[in-house]
């Protein structure tokens, strides 16, 4: 019994990658949805994108990408709002002065 050789996350992420840039998706947002979302889904929607074959895959995958969230969720928050340093300085006071 021959075993497949594994490809490497990292090797799996930079063709996922690959793929959305060929779709139409910039390299930012790519590298954004590769962060956020897990590549076994991604390489799925790419796969019935590709089988599709529609006018436009940038919208199909990204709306594809939106249905599959409420199935599959997301590994990683979408906010990455950071809290200001004024916000910083007001937690510590007060967990100071609650001591």
Same mark, same amino acid.
């Given at each position: ?18 793929? +959305? ?23 799925? +929607? ?18 594809? +990408? ?17 809290k200001s340093m004024n916000e910083l300085k007001d937690m510590e006071e007060k967990k100071w002065h609650s001591l």
């Amino acid at each position: 019994m021959k075993h497949k050789k594994e490809i490497s996350h990292y090797a799996r992420e930079k063709g996922v990658q690959s793929t +959305l840039y060929k779709f139409g998706l910039g390299i930012g947002l790519a590298k954004r949805v590769t962060y956020h979302y897990p590549i076994r889904v991604l390489e799925k +929607l790419i796969a019935e994108t590709e089988k599709r074959q529609p006018q436009d895959p940038a919208d199909y995958f990204l709306k594809g +990408l939106k249905r599959s969230r409420i199935k599959y969720g997301c590994d990683r928050k979408l906010n990455r709002k950071r809290k200001s340093m004024n916000e910083l300085k007001d937690m510590e006071e007060k967990k100071w002065h609650s001591l």
